[in-house]
């Protein structure tokens, strides 16, 4: 049964770095048929695919457009979990943030089978 | 970009009712539409993929149907533990869009 867990800080100040990691059991973060994703639900946005990363050879990242400039998503092997950083946070990245496996898949993206707990984020002084 | 946009935005049903929520894409998405179930305070949790087929677990009672820009997950007969926030999203293209909600409540 795969398991994810989410850790990290609730408050950030703006103009700081939100940095969150997910903790995986069951599933490894180098699978080479799967991908781990970040997704955040706010009332004013709802639920937004923020990014992903993937080990196919060698690792991959795809963002979402409109974080593409600040994201960064990474994979830790040695601990097996991955995280995220989202630089120059702005009171509109206030949010419950989710970590995420892909799911079913098309060719060019997929659903999500397994989500972590989630982690209220405020961006607050 | 894909929009997804869903209706109602809330449903008011009774135990035993059947209910239908709809999903409308703005272009075709083919069959590529999961659908979702989030309680208050949780992830959401995938019921349907592929439009149609069932998770494996989820009741049989949850049935998804549609192509291309049209979609509907139906509720055979709600019971307690479905009333929630429904939701879809597609995967045809790379944004993978999630509809807003639709919250079904006890009526």
Redesign the interface.
């Given at each position: 049964q795969v398991q994810l867990q989410q850790s990290g800080p609730r408050l950030v100040k703006p103009s700081h770095t939100l940095s969150l990691t997910c903790a995986i059991s069951g599933d490894s973060v180098s699978s080479n048929s799967v991908a781990w994703n970040w997704i955040r639900q706010s009332p004013s946005r709802?639920?937004?695919?923020l990014g992903r990363t993937y080990y196919r050879s060698r690792w991959y990242h795809?963002y979402?457009?409109s974080v593409k400039s600040r994201i960064t998503i990474n994979p830790d092997t040695a601990e097996n979990q991955f995280s995220l950083q989202l630089n120059s946070v702005t009171p509109e990245d206030t949010a419950v943030y989710?970590c995420?496996r892909d799911?079913?898949?098309?060719n060019?993206?997929?659903?999500?089978?397994y989500?972590?707990?989630?982690i209220l984020v405020t961006v607050s002084s | 970009d894909i929009q997804m946009t869903q209706f109602p935005f809330t449903l008011s049903a009774s135990v035993g009712d059947r209910v239908t929520i709809t999903c409308r894409a703005s272009q075709s998405i083919s069959n590529w539409l999961a659908w979702y179930q989030q309680k208050p305070g949780k992830a959401p949790k995938v019921l349907i993929y592929k439009a149609s087929s069932l998770v494996s677990g989820v009741p049989s009672r949850f049935s998804g149907s549609g192509s291309g820009t049209d979609f509907t997950l139906s509720i055979s007969s709600l019971q307690p533990d479905d009333f929630a926030t429904y939701y879809c999203q597609q995967y045809n293209s790379y944004s993978r869009n999630f509809g807003q909600g639709t919250k079904v409540e006890i009526k």
């Open positions: 709802g639920l937004e695919w795809e979402a457009g989710y995420a799911g079913f898949c098309s060019f993206a997929c659903s999500f089978d989500w972590g707990q989630g | -």
